[in-house]
């Protein structure tokens, strides 16, 4: 995690963790790349998460679920929200993809 978005991210994700220090700043980073890619696969895209605030708030709970070691729990509790992005970033797969044609 370089770049500023990624920054601005990783304190976000602190904020909403309670997290005021910078000793385990590389752990919650690693825990921000598995959000995402655990996101990535359940939405079945890519998401700019400094757009996509339904994202960034999702991933937000999911580092939250991760940190307190509840992590089984995550999809069961936002499946709607999960469902409700696989859903965004299909119909934007297709409206793409009408525009191609």
Not at 30 to 36: G, P, Q, T
Not at 79 to 92: G, H, P, W
Request: charged share 35%; aromatic share 10%.
């Amino acid at each position: 995690m370089k770049d500023e978005k990624d920054i601005d991210l990783l304190e976000e994700v602190k904020s909403h963790l309670s997290i005021t220090w910078n000793n385990e700043d590389a752990n919650i980073s690693n825990l921000v790349i598995e959000a995402k890619q655990h996101l990535s696969e359940k939405i079945g895209a890519e998401i700019d998460y400094s757009k996509d605030f339904s994202a960034r708030r999702l991933l937000k709970e999911y580092c939250r679920y991760v940190r307190n070691y509840s992590k089984e729990y995550f999809e069961q509790n936002f499946i709607n929200d999960i469902v409700f992005l696989q859903l965004k970033y299909a119909s934007e797969d297709l409206k793409d993809g009408e525009s191609e044609d």
